[in-house]
């Protein structure tokens, strides 16, 4: 059972240009959603978190929207480099049971070209 | 500092062998989770561990168990391999329990069953 949807499968975006990958779940106890970022041969890593509490979260070039009533979540990428070129996940997480797992959406796989 | 380190890097083995693959978490972090990432799709959560107590478990087969050592390494172990366990098992560490902990991902061993 898929819990987190996320599309589109793969983005190809211009350099300069914005890279929007758009999640939505479905367990409305999911109270963490991070988004994570992998490079080939390279385990994910850390890229901006967000909790319910807040519809929006800036840091740097990346920006997390969250719609809380439609149970979506977007990742933006302003002014998209070639070095951003990488696949994204999306996660979701309920604190409460008080562990750790994490659920991952299927991944985004980004090139930006020049 | 060094991140969090896993071994082997690479592992071939054949259907119904047993295998062991091993995790050591930054210096500081009592907290290890494992995740099986299917070639294409994003990490499944398998175990969570703290201060060497399983915290939590995925809808994974008894063919797969762990454990975590007073220095906080861990160990998975998967017996009776299938040809489908072929994919790229990723642990990850943070300092505590708790999922809005930011959780550092290790390379990930790559394990292929023929």
């Known amino acids: 059972q898929q819990q987190v949807k996320q599309s589109p499968q793969s983005l190809i975006v211009q350099k300069g240009g914005i890279s929007i990958i758009n999640c939505a779940y479905e367990?409305?106890?999911?109270?963490?959603f991070p988004w994570y970022q992998q490079f080939p041969g390279k385990g994910p890593a850390l890229l901006i978190a967000?909790?319910?509490?807040?519809s929006e979260k800036k840091e740097g070039r990346f920006t997390i929207s969250f719609n809380k009533s439609a149970k979506q979540f977007s990742l933006h990428i302003m002014d998209s480099q070639p070095g951003d070129s990488a696949t994204y996940f999306c996660a979701a997480s309920i604190d409460s049971f008080g562990n750790e797992k994490l659920t991952f959406g299927t991944g985004t796989r980004l090139t930006i070209i020049p | 500092d060094a991140g969090v380190t896993q071994s082997p890097t690479h592992l071939i083995k054949t259907r119904g062998q047993q295998v062991t693959l091993r995790c050591s978490p930054i210096s500081g972090h009592k907290s290890v989770s494992w995740y099986q990432q299917v070639l294409g799709q994003g990490p499944q959560f398998i175990f969570q561990?703290?201060?060497?107590?399983?915290?939590g478990r995925g809808n994974f087969p008894d063919r797969f168990s762990a454990r975590q050592f007073p220095n906080y390494s861990s160990e998975l172990n998967v017996n009776a391999l299938l040809l489908g366990d072929s994919a790229l098992y990723l642990c990850?560490?943070?300092?505590?329990?708790?999922?809005?902990?930011?959780?550092?991902f290790g390379p990930g061993t790559r394990l292929t069953v023929l």
């Open positions: 990850a560490s943070s300092l505590e329990q708790a999922s809005y902990n930011e959780q550092f």
């Open positions: 967000i909790r319910p509490d807040v």
């Open positions: 367990n409305t106890a999911f109270d963490y």
């Open positions: 561990y703290y201060e060497k107590e399983e915290r």
